[in-house]
């Protein structure tokens, strides 16, 4: 009996919490962010040239299915989210080579932020991933309450750590810039 009342309470909290999450969420117009960095053992150079490798990120990132590179600055993704198969085309919007990379959705899922690479020393570099989007519709919205989307960019991160830390080197390189618009 005290095993049921226990649950039942912790179930009562649970939904408070999700209720309270969503309602913030929608009173901020839906959107939504996050901040996550990791450090790989690999020069900022390295690391730079292996993230502007695009068509390689369903290497690393589980939901991602595809990543067509159309032109210097345009890519169209196509990924699972929350479930369901999704297109997006995306602007990358500013690259500085070993520093940041900068983007926007233009069309589907609506998403932007910024990649940015700082040398800790000469084989060690931060990557700090910020990124803003817009759950679509309420299992997203309640994926997103419960930090789905934030932990899934960790394990993508951790992800492209391992594959380059294990590799050694970039697969290439994209070093041209991008200014800002």
């Keep these: 009996m005290l095993n049921r009342v226990v649950t039942v ?3 009562a909290v649970g939904g408070m919490m999700l209720s309270k999450q ?3 969420n929608r009173g901020s117009g839906t959107s939504s962010s996050i901040v996550e960095t990791i450090e790989v053992n690999v020069p900022v150079s390295t690391a730079y040239n292996q993230w502007t490798q695009f068509e390689d990120f369903p290497q690393f990132m589980k939901s991602v299915r595809e990543i067509r590179q159309l032109d210097d600055k345009h890519l169209h993704w196509r990924a699972n989210v929350a479930g369901e198969e999704k297109e997006w085309d995306a602007e990358i919007t500013e690259q500085i080579p070993d520093k940041r990379i900068a983007w926007r959705s233009v ?5 932007g932020g910024v990649v940015t690479f700082h040398k800790i020393s000469d084989n060690c570099t931060r ?3 910020q990124m803003d989007y817009e759950p679509d519709g309420p299992l997203e919205a309640i994926g997103d309450a419960f930090g789905a989307v934030r932990m899934e960019a960790r394990s993508n991160l951790s992800n492209f750590k391992d594959m380059l830390e294990k590799r050694g080197s970039e697969t290439g390189a994209w070093r041209g810039k991008i200014a800002q618009h």
């Design 9 to 11: 309470a912790a179930l």
């Design 107 to 111: 069309t589907g899922v609506k998403n």
């Design 127 to 129: 990557i700090a991933l």
């Design 22 to 24: 969503m309602k913030k």
